[in-house]
Every structure is written in structure tokens, then in C-alpha cells.
């Protein structure tokens, strides 16, 4: 198994260029299957959970060939509608092929995916709501069999809750239906946006793109024509590094990011005492006189995103005063709390509210990954420790950062990987 030992540094510098979006990529590999070519997709990031998802495909009959420039898949030959336990274990976002396939052939069953480190995460408000289009769903040992073999029709959904993977799932699902879907209280994340607007320039009408209620006009099972794409840059890869620059009070550049979809994130950087300047695609953070505490609380987007909560909260206990931070969406998303606190943090937890009191004097140890955004936290407080820092269980980073430690180490950190 991997891990990376990080050593404590006093500045960085320089350019660090953003992948392709993970939460983007992985609906917009879902939605081939509703294709009818052979879909060219731009800008995959090179992360573990899109070689899970093509992987899946394959198994199910598809073909890829897989270049981070220009990936290829084709699921003309797609035949099989099983999703197995073996792989939907290994990355919850499985469930996205659950609304294409159910819509292309009338049946589709799906590993019931389980809790995970961050909360217990149900779908059941993608299943309600592919019911309502006419699905029959049961639970069977496991699995969620669904069927319709009549094909999905257009109806009103209203969604209890914002659900991003529910929304895509539905959209999908909606793409092929018989007649007019409307979704309200969709989600309006950036990768929910780039979902809609490829199926809209692929002839799926679909109107409120980037709003809360979108509706979109089903082709009757007719596969779809889907134009070449580029996957949006990732947000959350980019907060991370700008939270890097920050950790570290230095001046650095994200190149190839989009600037508007990190608008909450830039705001809170900004309350800590940040500077920025942006162009098109480029942002660079200044260093802030003095790092000011903060309170955030995550929700939906535009809100400040809980895949940005842990990096702050590792920023947090390098500023002065105390920060408050409230998690909103998942009941359980702290696990890197133990951890910084056994680096040195000064950080109780009640309920889903942290309070970090700032400012600590961090010190390298041995600390454990316990989800994506935990690891890229846990590294983010090694870049400010004294000494070394080992971070183990990385292939938790490895589902969704690019390269981390190449692009960290491109900007000055001393940051390596190393096998157990
Ligand atoms: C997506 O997860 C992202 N994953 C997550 O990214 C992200 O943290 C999350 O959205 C919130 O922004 C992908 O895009 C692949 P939700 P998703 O359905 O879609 C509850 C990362 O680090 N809910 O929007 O699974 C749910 O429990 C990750 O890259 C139900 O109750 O999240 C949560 O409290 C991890 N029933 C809230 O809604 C449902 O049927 C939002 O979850 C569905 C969700």
C-alpha cells in the first residue's frame, strides 16, 4: 500500500494546473449509455473512481479506450444490466448508471451501496423517484432490482431533499423517457450543469439548466447523439490547492480552474484575511497579513461545499482565534478531526459543529486517511508541521486527486510516495 511522507515547509510558489472534475466526470460516463455513437470525452481527470466507472462499463459489455486527452467509450454493445457488489463496494457513485440503464433496457439491477466513513447516505431519493416515472423497484438480497418494461414516462418530481448524484440520475433517466420530466429542487452543482448542457447540445431539450427546477424532454427511447465534450475543471481540487497557498500564507497560481464555481470558497479565503486576483481561467491567492478565524457552515452549491469542509478546518487551526465550522450534509464527515488533533489541533467536536481554536503549532506524525477530502486535509496540515508527516491509506486520495503530490511538489513541497 502507498502512503506519503511530507515534511514541513515555509513557503511555495508558482503554478499549479487543475484536472477535469471527478463529480463531473463520473454522470458524464454514466450518461454514454444513452448514446447511440461513440462518445469523446475531453480532460478525464487520472484518478482511481473514473478507471472504477469505465471499468464497470466494460464489464457490462462496453468498450473504452482511456486518455486523459481524449477518451473514447462506446456502448453499442452494452448487454448486460447487473451492477455487482465486487464494484459498487468500491465507489458509491455506481448508482449512476442505475437511471440510463434502467431507461435503455427496461431493467437494471444495482448493488445496494452501503454507509460509508462519511454518513450512512441513502439513494432512496433516486428510487422514489424513478418510481413515480413508472419503475418498478424491489430490494432483493442486496440489490435494487428495477424494471420498466414499457420504458420510463415524464412526470413532476420534487425532491425532499438537494441530491447532486439523485438529480443526475434523474436527468438521465428523464433523457430517454416518454414525454416531458420536470425535477424540482434539483441540484444546481457545476457537474450537475455540465450533465444538462451536454444533453442539451446533444438535441435533449432540456430547460432551467443551473436552476432549481429543471425539465427536460424525453426522446421516447431514441439513443442519443452526444457531441464531443470537456469535462469542466475540478472546484474542489482547486480549493484544495488554494487552501495549500493559504496553509502556508504564500503566493500561488491555479491555472485551467473556472473562477465562478468557486465563488463561496474564494468569499470564506477572503474573510480569512486572502487576496486574490483571477482572469479567465487562472486564480492566484496572496498571503493575508494575518489569518483570520471563520465561520462556515456547508450546504448545497452555491453554499460553501462540504468537499471543502476538512481542507478549511486544517486551515482553521492556522488562524488566529476560533473558527466555527458546521456540517450540514453528512452526519458523520470529522473522522479527520482524531487525526489533527493527534498532529497537535485544537479542536473539540459537538454534534455536527467544529470548533478549532487557532492558532497551533503543528507537529509531523504518523496520521491515517479516512476519506477523500480527509487525505488532502491531513496533507495540507503536514505542509505546515515541524518534521515529517506519514500519511497512510491514501488510495482514499487517490479515488479523486490527480497526481497530488507531483502538482504539490511542482510548487516547492516536500512531499513524497512511498510503499509500507
Ligand atoms: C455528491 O454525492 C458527491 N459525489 C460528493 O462528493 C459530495 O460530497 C456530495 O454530492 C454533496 O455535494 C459525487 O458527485 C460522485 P447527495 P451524493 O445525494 O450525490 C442525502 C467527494 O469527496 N440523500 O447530494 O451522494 C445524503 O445522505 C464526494 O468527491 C438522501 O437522504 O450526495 C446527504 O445528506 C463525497 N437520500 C444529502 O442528501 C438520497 O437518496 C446530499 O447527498 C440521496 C441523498
Known sequence: MDYLKAKGIK???????????????????????????????????????????????SNLGASYEYNKTETFVDTS??????ATYDIVKTMRASILVLGPIL???????????????????????HLKALEQMGANIEIKSGYIEATAPDGLRGCEIVFDKVTVTGTANIVMAAALANGKTTITNAAREPEVVQLCQVLNNSGVKIDGIGTAILTINGTAGRLIDIKDFTVIPDRI???????????INSELTITKVEPKHLGAVLAKLEEMGF????????ITIYPAKKIKSVKITTQEYPAFPTDMQAQFLA???????????????????????????????????????????????????????????ASSALVLAALVSDGETNIHRIYHLDRGYDRLEEKLKGVGAKIERLKE
Open 275 to 282: 487576496t486574490f486576483s483571477t482572469t479567465k481561467d487562472t
Open 77 to 82: 454493445k452494452l448487454n448486460q444490466t447487473k
Open 237 to 247: 481540487e482547486a480549493g484544495t490547492y488554494l487552501c495549500a497557498g493559504a496553509i
Open 315 to 373: 486551515l482553521a487551526t492556522q488562524a488566529d482565534g476560533t473558527s466555527i465550522i458546521e456540517e450540514k450534509l453528512f452526519e458523520n464527515r470529522f473522522m479527520h478531526v482524531s487525526e489533527l488533533q493527534r498532529m497537535g489541533a485544537d479542536i473539540s467536536l459537538n454534534g455536527n459543529t467544529a470548533t478549532v481554536n487557532g492558532k497551533s503549532k503543528l507537529s509531523g506524525t504518523d496520521v491515517m486517511a479516512t476519506d477523500l477530502r
Open 11 to 57: 513557503s511555495l510558489s508558482g503554478n499549479i494546473e487543475i484536472s477535469g472534475a471527478k463529480n463531473a466526470s463520473l454522470p458524464l460516463i454514466a450518461m454514454t449509455i444513452l448514446a447511440k455513437n461513440n462518445v469523446c470525452i475531453k480532460n478525464l481527470p487520472d484518478v482511481a473512481d473514473i478507471k472504477t466507472l469505465l471499468k464497470l462499463l
Open 103 to 125: 431507461a435503455r433496457f427496461g431493467h437494471c439491477e444495482v448493488s445496494l451501496p452501503g454507509g460509508c466513513a462519511i454518513g450512512q447516505r441513502p439513494v432512496d431519493l
